[in-house]
């Protein structure tokens, strides 16, 4: 299809270990984002690609989550590990450009459960 | 997010009626996105407002969006049972564009 595309849609993961989360954005789109959403809450932004450049970081919650997108397309969210407040829908979405005048374009997410 | 508040959180109408939702931001936005998502599904983009007084319509949707206030109101006319899911406004904020900052949604539910 041609929409953004993430796999795996569901991870279950033992608390401690490490989990790599794969997003393959719209192609040509040059922004890619990656957001948490808890259950019954809105997306939280964790960081921002324009590019291979990573610009934001921000919303990281802590050392242990770590993205890259190293020739521009395809993304990856790792969460070393893991803990059980990291379980929640990991969500990718890419856009032609930043700068908020372009949309967001969003894939179904990875459901990522620790145990 | 504080800064982003919807109303109502949640929403039950019958098929046929007419609804509306609100967005209100406590700080000047740069652009205001609304979605729909339905359960363990992504977010599907509906329209993007970045004009004080702009109105975008799609279907039976329309959103308006008030610069004075801040706010947005998102209007479903006839609700159909399709209608049925979260709606999420995002906002985009001056200086921070381009990440966009969410409400905690409004669940609709479209009764028969």
């Known amino acids: 299809g041609a929409g953004v595309s993430q796999s795996p849609r569901y991870k279950v993961a033992k608390r401690g270990q490490d989990v790599a989360l794969r997003c393959d954005p719209i192609s040509g789109h040059v922004s890619l984002f990656w957001y948490q959403q808890a259950l019954g809450q809105g997306p939280e932004f964790l960081t921002y690609?324009?590019?291979?450049?990573?610009?934001?970081k921000s919303g990281l919650p802590s050392d242990r989550f770590f993205a890259e997108r190293p020739e521009g397309s395809v993304s990856t969210l790792k969460i070393q590990r893991t803990q059980q407040e990291d379980s929640a829908v990991y969500l990718c979405?890419?856009?032609?450009?930043?700068?908020?005048?372009?949309?967001?374009?969003f894939g179904d997410g990875t459901r990522l459960s620790i145990l | 997010s504080q800064e982003l508040e919807q109303s109502p959180q949640s929403l039950i109408v019958q098929e046929g009626k007419n609804l509306t939702i609100n967005c209100t931001s406590s700080?000047?936005?740069?652009?205001l996105y609304w979605y729909k998502q339905k359960y363990g599904e992504g977010l599907i983009f509906l329209m993007m407002?970045?004009?004080?007084?702009e109105e975008k319509s799609h279907e039976k949707i329309t959103a308006k969006l008030d610069e004075k206030k801040q706010q947005s109101s998102l209007h479903i006319t006839a609700s159909q049972p399709s209608h049925a899911g979260i709606y999420l406004c995002?906002?985009?904020?001056?200086?921070?564009?381009?990440?966009?900052?969410f409400g905690t949604g409004t669940r609709l539910q479209v009764t028969l």
């Open positions: 407002l970045q004009k004080g007084g």
């Open positions: 979405a890419s856009s032609l450009s930043g700068g908020g005048n372009q949309p967001q374009h």
């Open positions: 700080k000047t936005l740069y652009g």
């Open positions: 690609f324009q590019n291979e450049a990573q610009l934001d």
């Open positions: 995002g906002a985009a904020y001056t200086g921070t564009a381009s990440k966009l900052t």
